[in-house]
Nanobody
Framework: QAQLVESGGGLAQPGGSLRLTCAAN????????MGWYRQAAGNQRELVAT??????RYAEFVKGRFTISRNWQKNTVYLQMNSLKPEDTGVYYC??????????WGQGTQVTVSS
């Protein structure tokens, strides 16, 4: 596994924005997929967005509001979150699929959307 380190979580007002960053360290192997999942209290972990060579994928509940991007040289993925809603509150986990190593997960970063 690579070490995935998230940052950028915090408190935002409804309608506000946050930008999450995840850096994958500790591997020179190709990373096929990077992305974000989230888990709200009392809910299962769910996909938010992923990015791979073939393009991006978004959950329906974030389409038009969130944008995923990647710095391919630094193995870093970003999630720009706009028009935040209280239901976006949860722990956001970075995710990667790495050649040979398989899946890797970050420790998570808390996002709270509240007035």
């Amino acid at each position: 596994q690579a070490q995935l380190v998230e940052s950028g979580g915090g408190l935002a007002q409804p309608g506000g924005s946050l930008r999450l960053t995840c850096a994958a360290n500790g591997t020179s192997l190709p990373i096929w997929v990077m992305g974000w999942y989230r888990q709200a209290a009392g809910n299962q972990r769910e996909l938010v967005a992923t990015i791979a060579d073939g393009g991006t994928r978004y959950a329906e509940f974030v389409k038009g509001r969130f944008t995923i991007s990647r710095n391919w040289q630094k193995n870093t993925v970003y999630l720009q979150m706009n028009s935040l809603k209280p239901e976006d509150t949860g722990v956001y986990y970075c995710y990667a699929v790495i050649q040979t190593m398989g899946e890797s997960w970050g420790q998570g970063t808390q996002v709270t959307v509240s007035s």
